[in-house]
């Protein structure tokens, strides 16, 4: 007898990850490469949090607080929410996996806007539910056109604010009439990965609407701003009841115990929070410049990554950067085939990603006119 697989198993596509910068160095034979596909923060970790992850060590052998006790109840006082609204995931995809794996049964339907973040996609395949995407307006989320696509088989609505891969935001007050055309029975999520990098007046977050009706969940994480996507932690905010069920359904020891406390350590980390937003924001100035002069269209972003219309088909571009150590995201999963999206980088970065950038384009132009 084979084996046996559901149908919408056998249909999945894997997630197609930023590549390594290990994997392009030993595949292409070449060194001092750098990634700027993935969104990771280009100044590493919190300091702190290294010497968390260091102390904790000799304690390995011990199993996880399964509760993750201490970080809640900082993460509470932080954001000013009862701690028992707070599940901590092993990245905040874990709590995307976890929402859907608990709410969403075979044939229902889960909402997005179209480009998104595709786990929201994936996840939902893999339960055999049905994603519903919206295609978006000018690369922001159409949520007029997402109001209109709900139906009594939603159960979850997915919101990337600041959106991945456009970098663009959601505007309160259309926020706020989206939230009362949603049924009181479907779950609004709001992924805030990005937050921390976005301007707080050009948008609101999850955290303000966390008790009313549609309830309203914030999803946040410290692969980003903090430094730390290798070792996995994230947290979703959300009503105490939706936590209950989310609790019943996780792994109990999801969150391992150097996670843990790297993320406390960090939270304290003003310092490094801050010198990262600093030099995403000059990193951001210092790229858009370049690339006008260069004549690119670009798209505004309130995040540490934005869109580029490269011109060309964005999977040529994206190889021939990479033979020059240069790692960008080409955009055609998405289904933007034109497009790159770059991460912000360190200075020295940013100013190798335009020239070859530059050289790249130079190259495909004259062997076109050659065509
Ligand atoms: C990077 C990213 C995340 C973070 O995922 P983790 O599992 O916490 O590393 C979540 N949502 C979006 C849209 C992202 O781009």
Redesign the pocket.
Known sequence: MGIRVPDYIAKLQPYPPGKPLEELEREYGIRDSIKLA??ENPLGSSPLALEAIQDHLKKLRFYPDGSCFYLRQRLGQRLGVDDASIIL??????I?DLLIRTFVQPGEEVLMSEP??L?YRLMTQAVGGSPIQVEQKLFAHDLEGMAAAVTPRTRIVFL?NPN?PSGTVIRREEFEIFRQQVPEDVLIVL?E??MEFADPASTMTGLEYLNGDPPVIS?R????AYGL?GL???FGVMPPRVADYLNRVRQPFNVNSLAQVAALAALDDEAFLQETQKVVREGLAFLFKGLAEMRLRTFPTQSNFFLIDVGFDARTVYEAMLHRGVIVRAMSAYGLDHYIRISVGRPEENQRFLDTLKEVLAELASSNDRD
């Not at 994480?221 to 980003?224: E, L, R």
């Open positions: 993935s969104n995931g092993n990245g905040s995809n874990e995307i998104t973040f786990v990337d991945n992924d990965a990005y999803l994480t410290f692969s980003k996507a996995r932690i994230g």
